[in-house]
């Protein structure tokens, strides 16, 4: 049975991939530091270790413990704008954390590693869909960070033989998700819907986005192990939606009319992003198979079955208040 570590594996997407790795009977283990990610998010059969990516003395207790055939890096850190806001932290997770990796991969003689990359890299395109051959021009830290790592890892491949398998993720959303990175909108805005609270749109909502959905994205790892061979891939849905429409369907969805706030554009935000996704369906043999409309009813549904204990608990609490001012 191969084994897998998983970096941030009790995260949003991590804790997805090892989900789907566990159903292909691959041996699975979790190195994570719990700033994001939760125990609920995997099964209990699961092996973790915690600890911060960056510290390499204890990634290396987790890899010379486990012995990985592979490693997929998720941990990162992926906020944008705590990236503009704390540089220093951004380039310590992303670039020192993935050196760090790749060290210890040549190590303990991984096969490869699966790093998980973004869409940022490229910034504002000069053309739609962006194919991976095109330029990358980062507008913020964080992109920045994520193509220094994949630099490394594209000369770690030449000067210590490590494989690699790149994939630059689209806005990636579902259930699990928080509110960091871009397909963080998604959470949010649900969340604020559930709740009968208006959502902040900053800027003027055209902005589009290229939504992909977390079960596709887990399938996409797997097919990237699978992958004879090394590469940079886009991981995306290439459709293109506003953030105007991405909310309009969430309305849609919840069967609810309430008006979002509009506020200035944040810093560092791309105007527009739509990757082509041509040559991982070809060589990858992947596709998406989630349509926006069907990602976010999941995602709903999720969300509002966590938000029903709550609700529940509430008004058993006014219950059992009123029958007490009976009572009296």
């Known amino acids: 049975m ?19 790795l566990m159903r292909n009977n691959y041996e699975v283990a979790v190195y994570d530091n719990l700033s994001t990610g939760s125990l609920k998010n995997i099964d209990s059969n699961v092996r973790i270790f915690i600890g911060d990516i960056e510290d390499k003395k204890s990634l290396e207790q ?17 906020s944008v704008q705590n990236s503009i806001s704390a540089i220093s932290n951004d380039a310590q997770i992303n ?43 980062p507008l913020s830290p964080y992109g920045i960070s994520k193509k220094t ?33 871009e397909g963080g909108v998604i959470s949010i805005f649900t969340n604020h819907v ?4 208006r959502p902040v749109i900053y800027g003027d909502g055209l902005q589009t ?30 459709t293109s939606s506003s953030i105007n429409q991405l909310y309009a369907i969430i309305q849609s969805i919840s069967q609810k009319e309430i008006l979002p706030i509009y506020q200035s554009p944040k810093s560092g935000d791309i105007k527009e992003s739509l990757l082509c996704n041509r040559t991982s369906t070809q060589k990858l043999n992947w596709q998406p198979q989630y349509s926006l409309a069907k990602g976010l ?29 009976v009572a009296r």
Not at 104 to 127: D, E
Not at 150 to 178: C, F, H, M
Not at 215 to 234: C, E, M, S, Y
Request: aromatic letters at 10%; glycine letters at 6%.
């Open 2 to 20: 191969m084994k897998v570590l998983v970096t941030g594996g009790l995260g949003f997407i991590g804790s997805h991939i090892v989900d789907t």
């Open 62 to 78: 987790a890899m010379e413990t486990f012995r990985p055939d592979y490693v997929i890096h998720e941990a990162a850190q992926v």
């Open 95 to 137: 670039i020192m954390g993935t050196i760090n990796i790749i060290e210890l991969s040549h190590k303990y003689a991984v096969k490869k590693i699966v790093f998980a990359s973004s869409a940022a890299v490229y910034g504002n395109a000069n053309r739609l869909p962006i194919v991976v051959s095109d330029p990358v021009q």
């Open 149 to 181: 790592a994949e630099e490394y890892l594209i000369l770690a491949k030449k000067i210590l033989d490590v494989d690699y398998v790149i994939l630059r993720y689209s806005n990636v959303y579902g259930p699990r998700q928080t509110s960091s990175g």
């Open 194 to 197: 559930i709740n009968n609270e």
């Open 209 to 238: 986005r290229d939504f992909i959905y977390v079960k596709d994205v887990a399938r996409a790892n797997l097919q990237a192990l699978r992958f004879d061979g090394i590469g940079i891939f886009n991981i995306a849905s290439t």
């Open 297 to 325: 009813a999941n995602t709903y549904a999720y969300y509002l079955k966590r938000h029903q204990p709550a609700i529940a608990s509430v008004e058993t609490s006014t219950t059992l208040l009123h029958s007490r001012d």
